[in-house]
């Protein structure tokens, strides 16, 4: 059996954070099971960009501090780090307000900036990664996932936190590789199995719901999770907001990888009841990704069942972020005949629906629209 511990707990006071923390991690075993006097802990939280704590992008830094404070107490030797989605970690973790918190416990950033080649003989996708120096560094990863929407893969969940390990604009490589959800959370996973953490302490005090994971809406959710199974933990999210456990790739292929399990059958809940902790009406996507995954699909028929990124151009700054963030050659957001005083426009030709352009908009003005002949084939 896995076990998740689900731990209510309503604000980032951070009295009530500590509390939760040590109650989560102590269901599961306690902090000495993960590591002890001298171990060198890396903490993984999720800092996709530089955001202010309460848009909800980012991993709380009363989390990260209380789940850092365990580890230093039992005298771990603790860094951390996280390669964002644009900009410098130091940035980012500084507006996040995780910065400052690493300095007043005095504990380092870790070289998320140095990759290192790494050969990974299990990997079902990938067996050959560039992940930054810092997880190879370490003796245990604790990964800090966010609970958030993600267009792409559905869920940004205990899985996916772990691609930022891989160093910086390296990230756009997969997705040029990997277009479709498929094979990218399949790459997400033999990642996840290779950086391999101990322990997973979501953070779903307050959550991101629709347009995530970074212009969505936080959403109220007053728990945190932990656990040792990715796969359960992101399951049990699942449960939680109401989408079915198969619709998200990273869930199946990491169920079928061994790095966990989704029956509920084999998922032991510690902690607080789950049925006074749901929120079915959680602004999810969820319709089945299986529609448009069907090998050899015309281009045509994909145009017309994979949800499309689109700028509403009333929010647009024309700051340029999505144009830089896009991956392929050509872009497929670009400036209309250069002119950057305008927002730029998407080529769906060539457009791979990697949604990058989405997730960086520092304006939440990039949304994606899900094609009516999806809707109607999902029936969801
Ligand atoms: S990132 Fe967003 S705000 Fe900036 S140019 Fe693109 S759509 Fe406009
Ligand atoms: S336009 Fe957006 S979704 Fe399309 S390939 Fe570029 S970044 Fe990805």
Redesign the pocket.
Same mark, same amino acid.
């Given at each position: 059996m896995s076990k998740v511990a689900l731990i209510r707990c309503g604000t980032y006071d951070i009295e009530d954070v500590r509390r939760a923390v040590k109650r989560g991690i102590d269901l599961l075993g306690g902090t000495a099971r993960f590591a002890d006097r001298g171990t060198r802990v890396l903490l993984k939280p999720n800092l996709l960009v530089g955001d202010v704590p309460e848009k909800c992008v980012n991993t709380h830094p009363s989390v990260f501090r209380a789940v850092a404070e365990q580890f230093i107490a039992v005298g771990a030797t603790v860094t951390w780090g996280d390669s964002p989605a644009i900009g410098s970690s130091t940035a980012a973790a500084k507006k996040s307000g995780i910065l400052s918190v690493s300095e007043e416990l005095n504990i380092g950033e870790a070289d998320f900036r140095t990759g290192v080649e790494v050969f990974f003989e299990k990997g079902r996708q990938n067996k050959k990664f560039i992940i930054a120096k810092a997880v190879t560094d370490n003796d245990v990863v604790i990964s800090l996932p966010k609970m958030k929407t993600h267009g792409f893969e559905k869920l940004t969940g205990a899985v996916k936190n772990q691609f930022g390990c891989v160093p910086g604009v390296r990230k756009g490589e997969y997705?040029i590789k990997l277009p479709d959800p498929d094979s990218f959370a399949q790459m997400l996973v033999d990642l996840n199995n290779l950086v391999n953490p101990m322990l997973y302490v979501m953070d779903g005090i307050w959550a991101m719901e629709g347009n995530g994971p970074r212009g969505g809406k936080p959403r109220k959710m007053n728990l945190l999770l932990f656990s040792d199974d990715p796969i359960a933990l992101d399951a049990t999210v699942c449960r939680l907001i109401h989408i079915d456990p198969h619709y998200v790739p990273t869930i199946i292929f990491g169920h079928q990888s061994g790095s966990g399990t989704f029956l509920e059958s084999e998922i032991e809940l510690l902690g607080d009841d789950i049925a006074g902790l749901k929120q079915t009406d959680f602004d999810v996507e969820r319709a089945p990704l299986k529609a448009y995954q069907m090998k050899g699909i015309l281009r045509f028929v994909k145009n017309r069942l994979v949800p499309k990124?689109y700028i509403i151009e009333d929010k647009c700054i024309s700051c340029g972020v999505?144009v830089t963030? %896009?991956?392929?050659v050509p872009?497929?957001?670009d400036w209309f005949k250069g002119d950057k005083t305008r927002p730029p426009a998407?080529n769906y030709q060539t457009?791979?629906?990697?949604?990058? %352009?989405?997730e960086v908009c520092p304006e939440s003005a990039i949304l994606l629209k899900v094609p009516l002949l999806r809707r109607i084939f999902s029936g969801v």
């Open positions: 997705h990124p999505c963030m %896009c991956p392929t872009k497929s957001v998407h457009c791979i629906r990697c949604f990058c %352009c989405q």
